[in-house]
């Protein structure tokens, strides 16, 4: 059985069917909402599914350690994610590339941008295009690529610089993250690190892994993203030694556990894969089931229980994946939500309510019937 910890009114509670129990998430008491769910629940795995839930367990992880862990939440965090030691490194962009580098695998060129003066040393040594990354951010928007010295030194500056109390007050109320806050009232800005540009295509993988041994894993070429910088929303799948390679040292280098991603450039000219990120979480391609090895939670819960593992069946023979809502938020008339497989969950007519009703009042211009005629020629009831 599955218990979720999410917001109030979050599309996870349409799940009645699949998620036994669900926990309300506050955005001002985060900590403290995932330390009684895990006190209630007793979960044998967490499986943090976003960059903020693991950032909060990690500091519910470091609060235990200093009380003594009477409770045993300390352990169970770490049992699930892997070497607490190692919590640290999954933060620091700069830090994780020479980890990788260390470990033989090919990556950019990076270090870490102190101020302007690093930045301008930095530029003179690797020019343009660079790569300017904030720590603690997800999603893309702790990400600018730099064309010339002024748009260096502008975004340089917009990164690192404290976030605006109202941007943090809206993200603690409307999104239920309260990252933002305490950095905001502290005036602390973000730390930023720099990366040489690698012109070429973008990848992802996604692993299931226990103490530091890789169990599944899937990999994909990203064929269509939000923006630049924004995530995906159409894949295609491909077997990529160098890939699985690199995540393979990585979650043994670091003792990792549960599911991590982890993204890459397959540059232009070569096809080399550079590892540039770790996303150490489940990520929206988790549940796509693609066969032998490729099943990301059959595996992960045949190591945790100790049964043998059942393989669900492949959900699609296409190679190319349109995610749902992503791709058709992005184009309702996008020609991948017919060509390829997409991703739709039909067996849960709620959830895509609740994932197509926002879409609805951004769209003004498409009707509800248009709207739904751009997901499939199936009919979802509407309420």
């Known amino acids: 059985m599955v218990d979720a910890v999410c917001p109030w ?15 309300t998430h506050s955005g001002f008491s985060a900590e403290e909402s995932f330390e009684s ?11 943090p599914c976003d960059d903020v839930t693991v950032r909060h367990l990690h500091r519910l992880h470091a609060k235990h350690i200093r009380r003594g862990n009477h409770s045993g939440i300390a352990d169970r965090i770490e049992h699930s994610l892997g070497l607490a030691e190692n919590f640290p490194i999954l933060y620091r962009r700069a830090d994780f590339i020479q980890i990788a580098k260390e470990q033989g695998i ?76 305490r950095r905001s009232l502290l005036r602390s800005g973000a730390h930023v690190s720099a990366q040489s540009f690698v012109g070429g295509r973008e990848a992802t993988s996604l692993v299931a892994c226990w103490k530091g041994k890789v169990l599944a894993s899937l990999h994909f070429e990203v064929l269509n993203k939000t923006n630049a910088t924004g995530y995906s929303t159409v894949l295609r799948f491909v077997e990529n030694a160098e890939m699985e390679s690199a995540a393979d040292k990585i979650v043994r280098r670091l003792g990792l556990s549960g599911i991590n991603g982890f993204d890459f450039i397959l540059e232009a000219e070569t096809g080399n894969a550079y590892l540039i990120e770790i996303n150490p979480r489940a990520t929206q ?11 990301i939670p059959g595996a992960l819960f045949s190591c945790v229980t100790g049964r043998p593992i059942q393989e669900a069946a492949k959900v699609t023979d296409k190679d190319v994946v349109a995610l749902f809502p992503q791709e058709w938020k992005r ?13 739709v969950p039909w067996s849960e007519p709620e959830l895509i309510r609740a994932c197509v009703r926002p879409q609805r009042r951004q769209w003004k211009s498409f009707t509800e019937k248009e709207a739904s005629r751009g997901l499939s020629p199936a009919r979802v009831s509407r309420s």
């Open 9 to 23: 009114r979050h599309s996870l509670t349409t799940l009645r069917s699949s998620i036994r129990r669900t926990y």
């Open 285 to 295: 391609i988790g549940h796509l089931t693609l066969g032998p090895g490729r099943d």
């Open 106 to 181: 090919r990556t950019p060129a990076a270090r870490d941008i102190a101020d302007e003066k690093d930045l301008r040393d930095w530029l003179q040594q690797h020019g343009f295009p660079t790569v300017l990354k904030a720590d603690d951010t997800s999603a893309g928007e702790g990400v600018r690529i730099v064309e010339d010295q002024s748009q260096a030194q502008k975004a340089f500056a917009l990164l690192a610089k404290p976030p605006l109390v109202a941007r943090a007050l809206k993200r603690a109320l409307i999104d239920q993250d309260s990252s933002l806050v």
């Open 37 to 47: 769910a895990i006190i209630d629940s007793k979960p044998d795995l967490i499986v």
């Open 331 to 343: 184009d309702p008339h996008s020609c991948y939500l017919g060509s390829g497989y997409h991703d």
